[in-house]
RNA sequence: GGUGCGGUGGCGGAGAGGCUACGCACCGGCCUGCAAAGCCGAGUACACCGGUUCGAAUCCGGUCCGCACCUCCA
């Protein structure tokens, strides 16, 4: 079966081919760690981590690998502000990010480099690039010098005349032109900073995920994923740095052959924003809602349109899956944990979903069709379809983490539910509710359903 | 001004010329000791105006509205 993606360059849906089908490479900007992450940051997250579980279905060997920018300047207005040194700024939230996202679900990529380690590397891309005379010195900044690129602008599609710059931000006159940026900028007092050819530095923006994917993939890649806002300058810029280390102009798939990129997240049709204090962060939707109800709710539109949820739709995701750990409940066991899937037609036709360009929107309804046939079919198929249900909700990372495991106590258990059964039988209703709070407390949640009682572990 | 993405039923959100998307909510019925789930049925859609077509939410032209980006925001 083919995977196809979406790629902003060539805005096209296009059919993914790997470089080198024995190892797959992503590149994905990561967090900036100055503060805690809120719901956009997690879907930038939790759309890459699908695409790379889906990518692992077909390919063995996928490598993804994440950065953490860990100098940057809020980085050092905000260690100042709360005056504690950089590193314990960003160690600190570098292991927020992590736990935040863990709890939706997201797998730690193969690898997550810091800034800070491939300073060296930085410097040494940038040495390049001025020897390429792809970049200059001007009032101690080392800048990228844009004209010097003649596909600047293919990724955004901006014709750079026609953008009216400075509508944010003053212009800088230290610049030759500008769209031009900052490789490396002197520190002073007490800044930090690192020894380079230009003197005591650090970093500017963009080099680093260049220096950082080149280093740890190695050029051309595979997919580079982001935020669309990332898209200009972030991306253009990276393309621009990465494909003027050779000689003379590389095109951009010299970097990487697809960009992925993830639409914005509203929060009742506005952006999230600190001026009008409506950043949800994940901690805090964690303390009204389960991981999996965010991830459901992350996943819950195609991951290029725009996302916009409420407190309504949370609330919606939460009541599907309260009727979803029902089914499973229900459902299975340790023992498809187990099983292993061979040909299963239903498999495949939820894959193909997600294999056409990651349509959870489709691969969620596929799921539902499949699980209203599971009550309607032979005992055979229905173990089929059960397998390709578990596996689904396996991939989508909405599954429930508790399945019913065979313990020392289910003797118990199943005589109390037998004694249960007994009393219902005798009408002794009084008993039996008893007997089902007695198992409430052992954990067991129990369900009477048409093949007979049921029961699961609610911890 | 440029670039990109959108406007679908009460809500979320697919689809992309003819066939019920799906989910949540709501209403009616069935089932049910309780709890939960399930089943059957009803309803409410494709921003607007033209055009193409036997047929358009889907194609074409125009209009309106929203959002994002245009140097440090995912």
Redesign the pocket.
Known sequence: MKIYLSDTLS?KKKEFIPIDHKNVRIYA?G??VYNFP?F??A??AVVTDLLVRVLKQKYKKVTFISNITDI???IIEAAKEQNVTIGELTNKYHLIYNQDMESLGVSLPTFQPKATDYIADMIDFIKILVDNKCAYESDGNILFDTDSYKYYGAL????MN????????KKANY?R??????LWKPSFKNEPGWDSPWGLGRP??HIECSAMSKKCLGLPFDIHC????????HHENEIAQSCSLGNGNLKPESFCNYWFH?????FD?I??SKSLGNIKLVRDLLKKYEGRVLRLCLL???Y???????E??L??FK??L??LD??YNVNFSEEYEREKIVNNNYFEEFLSSLFDDI?T??A??IL??HI?KV?NTTLTEKKIILQSIFKSLKILGIEKSSLNKLENDKGEIMKLIKERENA?KNKN?NL??EL?DKLKKMHIE????PDGTKWFKTK
Not at 262 to 266: L, S
Not at 304 to 310: A, E, G, I, R
Request: net charge positive.
């Open positions: 805005k900007c967090p900036t809120h956009g940051n879907r930038m940057d300047d809020k955004s599609k901006r014709v026609d953008q009216k710059t400075g509508t944010r931000v610049k032109n500008d769209n031009d940026f900052i500017g923006w982001g935020g669309v806002d990332l898209t200009f300058p993830n639409g914005f997240v509203t049709n952006k999230m819950s539109a195609h290029k349109q725009p996302l916009d949820f409420s309504n739709s609330k919606q009541n599907y309260h009727k029902y089914f349509n929107p489709k969620l309804r539902n069709d209203s009550r219902r209703f039996a509710d089902r129990i369900e009477d359903t």
